[in-house]
Nanobody
Framework: VQLQASGGGLVQAGGSLTLSCAAS????????MGWYRQAPGKQRELVAT???????NYADSVKGRFTISRDYVKNTVYLQMSSLKPEDTAVYYC?????????????????WGQGTLVTVSS
């Protein structure tokens, strides 16, 4: 089971970027996906999550600018980012709460993607 993130890059302040993250493997069910980020010298922080039963959750710093969405068929989560600021510069990681099948058994598994770099220039 793995998460493959893509869509990062360099963008000017005020610009837009969309990240995507696809989960693949022996997935029995998907309880939720989300995005976190880690800026240089800082701790990893929540950006946005979309989880079954609890809906969407955004960091205050991105409310109104970022939108998280999911394609339930493709097990893919998206993060549409607009009005980007230099302080949004970070490595963005996707996360998923999955139930996976292993050897005929099911178990819960939290999975992290490899991270994708977003750089916002001023």
């Amino acid at each position: 089971v793995q998460l493959q993130a893509s869509g990062g890059g360099l963008v000017q302040a005020g610009g837009s970027l969309t990240l995507s993250c696809a989960a693949s493997g022996s997935i029995f069910s998907n309880n939720g996906m989300g995005w976190y980020r880690q800026a240089p010298g800082k701790q990893r922080e929540l950006v946005a999550t979309l989880r079954s039963g609890s809906g969407t959750n955004y960091a205050d710093s991105v409310k109104g600018r970022f939108t998280i969405s999911r394609d339930y068929v493709k097990n893919t989560v998206y993060l549409q980012m607009s009005s980007l600021k230099p302080e949004d510069t970070a490595v963005y990681y996707c996360n998923a709460d999955l139930v996976v099948t292993t050897g005929g058994h099911v178990r819960s598994l939290e999975v992290w993607g490899q991270g994708t770099l977003v750089t916002v220039s001023s």
